[in-house]
């Protein structure tokens, strides 16, 4: 939006327009789809799978214990279907999207906010030809024509033959290489760190994809000691996860913010662990549809007693006390073990409430009010004093360099720190030749990855105390 503010033109075109990538698309000067394409515009939906049958049937045990009414993180293992808070707080958090979603594209389209939602009652899926017809696209061309219409409108198609003009071939830069020679920036002694936490936060140094306590914290220990960086934004996107591993890295984020500003830039999700975390900084932005709060706990304890029974498996222990063998999973937890674990989930709630009333200046009682487990959107979590404001990463950006008194000189530093050129290549193949599944469309595919999906999640159950705050349900909405 702020692109096509300067005067300069963007081009959308497409053969399939899925919701997501239509939100972008709807911002451009002109957006374009294939005669034989199709775009959805048909509301947005979250599936969540359950497992409680499954484990039941094949003899896995299962105990929980939690805090929070809308802690719907155990769901998928304890139901067959979402609890009456769960169903709540999710249907609120889609209208709330779908609101803005559909706001948003009206006024880029100059539509009603009446046509937007009729369309996506009634029709849901539109062809080409009608996409254009109810004002959803400005031309139905193939991709010759917008690659004429790009050298049109940059002035390459003057003083050329026809055979010229419609030819592939035209001056580009691809985005990978646009960002390098941005990169090549002559850098400012005074240096703006953002510091990415990206996945689920688990014990120790994690995985690809998670947030290793023990890791982000010694990243964060570093950046107390360079002395050329001034300020650091913290940018989450986390689901949150083991507890224990959440307190490491806020007592960390606390101790760099006393020497250096600490800013949070939340995206598309900070909530339980991830929310947590973002307690340490000074002021939290937050886009309108990020996914905010979960401020609950919970543990699942599972057992294998009945599956190994069931195959000729026994156990049989010698232990010097009653609770010598508590960490077991041949077996369930007796009551007496079963209230220690509740203790230890108490107790982490406790220190997440108290965590928050001090990083958001709110009363303890306040915050319990909008905690629970439940899941808030960033705009109403502005309302509610969760979030100090609504802005992206670049917002956040300007507001520490503000706070640390830089003006204009300074330069950006991200961490951790750049692939090699040695890892970009090995990436680069790995995409190349072994293209991803999610490139396939088809619903079973689709639906067998969600199952996969869900079945990681469990090895990031990895807190000494089994206590964790982490949102579990499905946000991947369609």
């Known amino acids: 939006a702020k692109f096509r503010q300067s005067g300069k033109k963007i081009i959308a075109y497409d053969v399939e327009w899925t919701e997501k990538e239509y939100y972008l698309a709807s911002v451009a000067e002109k957006v374009i789809i294939n005669p034989v394409g199709r775009m959805e515009i048909n509301g947005l939906s979250s599936q969540q799978t359950f497992f409680a049958d499954a484990l039941e049937k094949y003899g896995v045990g299962v105990q929980v214990v939690k805090v929070g009414s809308f802690k719907g993180a155990v769901e998928p293992y304890t139901r067959q279907d ?36 009729t369309i996506s009652n009634t029709q849901g899926i539109l062809e080409a030809t009608t996409a254009k017809k109810a004002g959803f696209v400005d031309e139905v061309a193939y991709l010759d024509r917008v690659i004429v219409l790009a050298k049109e409108l940059t002035g390459e198609a003057k003083n050329k033959t026809n055979e010229e003009v419609n030819s592939d071939s035209f001056s580009q830069i691809s985005l990978a290489n646009y960002a390098s020679s941005l990169d090549e920036e002559e850098d400012s002694s005074n240096q703006i760190a953002i510091v990415y936490a990206e996945g689920t936060i688990v014990e120790g140094q994690g995985d690809r994809g998670q947030i290793g306590g023990d890791k982000l914290a010694k990243e964060l220990r570093k950046l107390q000691g360079k002395e050329e960086v001034k300020a650091v934004v913290l940018r989450i996107n986390s689901p949150g996860g083991s507890a224990t591993a959440s307190e490491v890295i806020l007592r960390e984020i606390k101790r760099l913010d006393a020497k250096k500003p600490v800013i949070i830039s939340m995206g598309d999700v900070a ?40 195959n000729g498996i026994d156990w049989d222990t010698v232990k010097t006390g009653k609770l010598s063998d508590i960490s077991t999973i041949t077996r369930p937890k007796n009551p007496q073990e079963l209230e220690i674990y509740q203790g230890a989930v108490n107790q982490f709630y406790d220190l997440f409430i108290e965590t928050v009333a001090q990083g958001r200046k709110l009363s303890p009682d306040k915050v319990r009010t909008v905690a629970q487990g439940r899941v808030w959107t960033g705009k109403d979590a502005v309302k509610i004093g969760l979030v100090d404001q609504i802005g992206g990463l670049e917002t956040a950006v300007q507001y520490a360099a503000k706070t640390a008194k830089l003006g204009d000189d300074w330069s950006i530093k991200e961490y951790p720190r750049s692939q090699s050129w040695q890892e970009e290549l090995f990436s680069n193949f790995l995409q190349t030749y072994l293209p991803p599944l999610t490139k396939n469309n088809h619903p079973l595919t689709q639906e067998w990855q969600n199952f996969q999906q869900e079945l990681l999640k469990l090895p990031t159950f990895n807190d000494p105390h089994r206590v964790y705050a982490k949102l579990l349900f499905n946000l991947d909405f369609r």
Request: no cysteine.
């Open 82 to 117: 979402l609890s009456v808070q769960n169903r709540q707080q999710l249907q609120t958090l889609l209208d709330t999207i779908w609101s803005n979603y559909s706001s948003t594209v009206a006024k880029s389209r100059n539509l009603t906010l009446q046509q937007v939602q």
């Open 271 to 310: 909530a339980s662990g991830g929310y947590w975390i973002a307690m340490g900084g000074q002021r939290i932005f937050a886009n309108n549809d990020t996914i905010t709060g979960s401020i609950g706990v919970f543990g699942l304890l599972l057992n294998i007693q009945k599956i190994a029974n069931n």
